[in-house]
């Protein structure tokens, strides 16, 4: 037999159709077939796909094969489910079939093969004949066969002289993607359409891993480019550490403000198509503070601008990097306490999504749109807080970022003060949340490959921008300008230099600030020596 497949490998006919009479038979040919990697167009076995024991042996192979059959479990249609039949008549929306397969199981326990119901039809049969006969007599009985004309759950009954039910059409039935055995002919009775071409034994694997689609390379691919980006800005940011317009941005906090970004961009690795245990738990996670690193530093940093700024004493307040540093730390800590007992609680898992459907999808199988998706927990109660809390947590960081920005809105062509790029960045993370969320909520729960695909896409696009665009706020003008040139005969407000101004002039604050403070600190340590100095020679 291996020959003769070998053979019609080689030959490559669309249809291959084989007789059979015995099921074990039919195994040899599926496993052979798999063996030699050999997938015709369509394949039809007799004796095969209808019979339990060939489903026992061979699982998931038997799928998609074609067999005849003169009835199953599921026939319905016209000379079938419609006409009353003395001992299952339909009634109440149930087919007589249907009441066959449910007195059948009451008995047995068991569904009733086509060998059963047949056997049931014979006797059925006989007895019609032997109640119009009036004998039992086989002259009288082959007499009576060709006038038996009735329908019943089995399909039309009508006998030739030779007592063969000719009338009875045969059925072509395939074994589904669930191994459930399907009509697919004549279409009157039809419970499927018929799988063609059949589907190929390497596409019946399900395969699922990182970069598996192109959009998720593309995807990818962009991510390393905005990773490279930010990687450039932080080296060009230590190469400028002192540079005036980069001290007066605070350094120290851009950098952590880059951090935050490439967290963000790094949402989009473990936020793909593909999904695993650690990527369900990562996505959250990174998303979250990255999101407090960037945005979070940003509001933390315009706060101490606003302190420096719209003050009522003349005298100005210190607000140093470490009270910053604990105050992004603060806003960390929230973040913190919020993932843990989201993974702790919910522990995401996988699941595989098997697609309902047959044939191809926009020239894909079928098979090959099966897909992994993470679950968080049983209970919606339990995401619906998270997600209010952790959403509430960043609306109210915007919001306060929003009103930081607009207080210091006239002093937005200063050195010191970046409310316009901050109120520029916050309106595109707006606007990019927006879209984000009203696809996550329009096409979240729609299984198509496309529509998932577009999902992860515009999702992507919206964090790198969202992440980008603030960098490029924040960092470009002071990239082009480190040593604050343009900014040269201002004062730390951004207006020119005017000797008749009755407003303390704040010119270069913050950074003229630190300079004192050091210089206070060396003349201090210079007393102290000179003192003892002085004591000594007394």
Known sequence: MVTVFTKLKALNPDIVICGNRIYKTCLDIVNIMRQLNYSPKAIGVSQCVAVPEVLTALGN???YFLDYSVWTSDLKGAGYSDQPTRDFPPSDNITS????VKAFKNITGLIPSWYSANTYNNGFALELVIEKAQSINSSALNNVFPYILETNFFGPLGYNGWGWNDKIVSLIVQRDENKTVRIVFPTGTATNDIVYPFVKWESRIFESY????????AMFALFIFFLVFNIFCLLFLIKNWKARSIVASSPVFLSIMLIGSVLMYSTVPVWMLYADAGSCHLRVWFLSFGFTLLFGTLTAKTHRIKELFLLKKMRPKKFSDKKLFIVVGGLISIDLILCILWSAITQPTVNKIIRDGVGETN????????YLECV???DP???QIFYGLEGAYKVIMIIYGLYLSLLLWKYGSSMWVESKQIIFAMYNLIIFALIGL??????????EFNTRNVLFVTRSLCLFLSGSITIGAMLIPRMLDPEGKEHEGKDATGTKRTMDTAVLQLNDLEWKYEQLEKKYKDLKAKVRELDVQVQLSD
């Open 438 to 447: 009203a696809l996550q909520l329009g096409l979240g729960e729609n299984p």
């Open 97 to 100: 079939s249907a009441k066959f």
């Open 376 to 378: 968080w927990g049983s």
């Open 210 to 217: 990182f970069l598996k689609e192109p959009t998720e390379k």
């Open 381 to 383: 109660k339990i995401l």
């Open 61 to 63: 192979d038997i799928r």
């Open 363 to 370: 020239g894909r199988l079928w098979e090959s749109l099966n």
